[in-house]
């Protein structure tokens, strides 16, 4: 992605630097801007997830190791340790809760 980007940078300031009056250069050069402009979202997007999924594993394994330091089992309840991970609880049944860490 990063080097069609590039490509297409470059393609644009070549454009740009042509005599703008003929329609043909100017519609080229809209349709060129605007797909970089949505590759360049694209890849901020892709990057925003990446760096969501990085933070999901590093807190799953801070959880592990939190987990495995009491034995696998937490004997009773610790505020920090909620708050610090539970992000919400979502109720689907009476008897079935959702939690998202």
Known sequence: MDEEIESLIQQER???LIDADHNHIRREHK???AKLTQLQTELTNWM???ANQDSRIARTIEFESILESQGGKLLEFSEDLYTGIIEKIVVEERTKFEFHL
């Open 31 to 33: 349709q060129l801007v």
């Open 14 to 16: 070549a454009l740009f």
């Open 48 to 50: 925003a997830e990446f």
